[in-house]
């Protein structure tokens, strides 16, 4: 690899993400990215197998994502959200009230309600410990505290204190700080035949405020695939109970699971919904929190305590917001329920027959998500994976390495031949 100045010049001072510093090669030196291929400072292009954590959905640098974005930076790139108001953010929050409101009616089957009050975060992270307050201080607002969340076997949802919490406090990677913030119960998710969770349920049942899912599909946690039959089993439970049902939908939301929101294919409508990720297409930080107007109305009141004191620097930035617009405008666009399928279908066709090579325990494949679970400490560097033209990054837990691919949706054959056969060839 050629010397890259500013990569030998800032190694000295940046932390990075998810790394053990003493034993992580350098990173990958990017100097383009366009399409689903990432340019490298060497001359190589690799085929982005991770679409920048899941949420170039797009692919990188949409002619009208960027028209956008460049209009809104011309007029305002940015207000404090406090106080004052802009246009993109409020019809952008309509626009998210709309499409849930329509989800919600294709789901039919159990649910809330509306799903029509939109607080924005700039990170899917804060977004959950957002969707956590509301949840909590609902119940105390109304005079009767409840403190308990429920959470899941193989769960995450994000590294602050709060979501950190939520992790599998077992297999997660946040087990260091287990027991740290919330309370919360862990429960395995309910399974077919199996009651274990309805009877732990009942044993806390009296103090849960809410329980917080992925609907389908756990993703950093494990990429475990769950039917749309036990998120309804978790509804019925919290309606018997009094409690709320929030779903994290940032990496499942905007088709990665095949419908629209996974919400949809579950039949199941939250009281609050959290999303990310693909909202922007991966152009900016862009999160929200969207919650029921039942849950919004407790927050109402002449007391100003019974307000959501919440409030990020750079909340429903105007940018972001023109970017999310845009994105939105292309999933409308396009048939992306079809392309998914498309998209699941050739995962199927080629991952399945990697069951049979050694210290390969499981492989799983939903909507636009695709994994090969190995024996931990097995799978193969990213390296391996960049010298065959792709960019795949395995995530190492306790239990298992996961080598997974949740690429751009808009990806062609020759680049998921790519991906494919670097999968194929690295292991």
């Not at 993400?17 to 490298?40: F, N, S």
């Not at 119940?139 to 979501?163: E, I, K, L, W």
């Not at 959290?274 to 109402?300: C, D, I, M, W």
Request: hydrophobic share 45%.
């Amino acid at each position: 690899m050629s010397r890259v100045a500013w990569l030998e010049q800032g190694a000295a001072h940046v932390w990075r993400p998810y790394c053990q510093h003493r034993t992580a090669p350098p990173p990958l030196a990017v100097t383009r990215a366009e399409g689903c291929r990432l340019t490298l400072a060497d001359g190589r292009e690799l085929v982005d197998g991770t679409a920048s954590w899941w949420t170039a959905a797009h692919g990188y640098g949409h002619p009208h994502i960027r028209a956008r974005v460049g209009a809104q930076l011309d007029a305002m790139p940015h207000v404090a959200f406090g106080g004052l108001a802009h246009e993109a953010a409020y019809s952008l929050a309509a626009r998210l009230a709309a499409l849930l409101a329509d989800a919600s009616r294709v789901a039919g089957g159990e649910g809330a309600g509306s799903l029509s009050r939109v607080f924005f975060t700039e990170s899917g992270s804060v977004a959950v410990e957002v969707a956590l307050k509301m949840a909590l201080q609902s119940f105390h607002n109304s005079g009767r505290p409840r403190r308990t969340v429920v959470a899941f076997d193989g769960a995450y949802h994000g590294d602050t204190f709060a979501t950190m919490s939520l992790c599998d406090p077992t297999d997660g990677m946040h087990a260091a700080f287990a027991g740290s913030g919330l309370r919360v119960v862990h429960m395995p998710l309910p399974a077919p035949g199996d009651h274990a969770f309805e009877e732990r349920f009942a044993t806390v049942a009296g103090d849960v405020a809410c329980v917080i899912v992925e609907p389908l599909l756990q993703c950093a946690g494990g990429m475990r695939v769950h039917e749309g039959e036990a998120l309804r089993r978790i509804r019925r439970a919290c309606d018997a109970r009094g409690a709320l049902l929030v779903f994290d939908e940032i990496a499942t939301g905007f088709f990665r699971s095949g419908r629209r929101f996974a919400l949809e294919e579950a039949q199941v409508v939250p009281d609050i919904v959290v999303l990310g990720k693909a909202l922007t297409g991966g152009t900016l930080p862009l999160a929200a929190a969207v919650a029921s107007e039942a849950v919004f109305a407790a927050f109402l009141g002449p007391e100003s305590t019974k307000a959501l004191q919440h409030g990020p620097t750079y909340m429903a930035n105007a940018l972001a917001c023109a970017a999310a617009h845009a994105s939105l405008d292309l999933f409308e666009a396009g048939d992306y329920a079809a392309r998914v399928a498309r998209l699941e279908a050739v995962l199927r066709e080629r991952l399945a027959p990697l069951r049979s090579r050694p210290r390969v325990v499981d492989v799983r494949v939903k909507g636009a998500m695709g994994v090969v679970e190995m024996e931990p400490g097995s799978a193969p560097s990213s390296d391996v994976f960049a010298s065959r033209g792709a960019f795949i990054r395995p995530i190492r837990l306790a239990r298992a390495d996961l080598v997974y691919l949740m690429p751009p949706l808009v990806i062609g054959g020759a680049d998921f031949d790519v991906l494919a056969g670097a999968i194929e060839g690295g292991l």
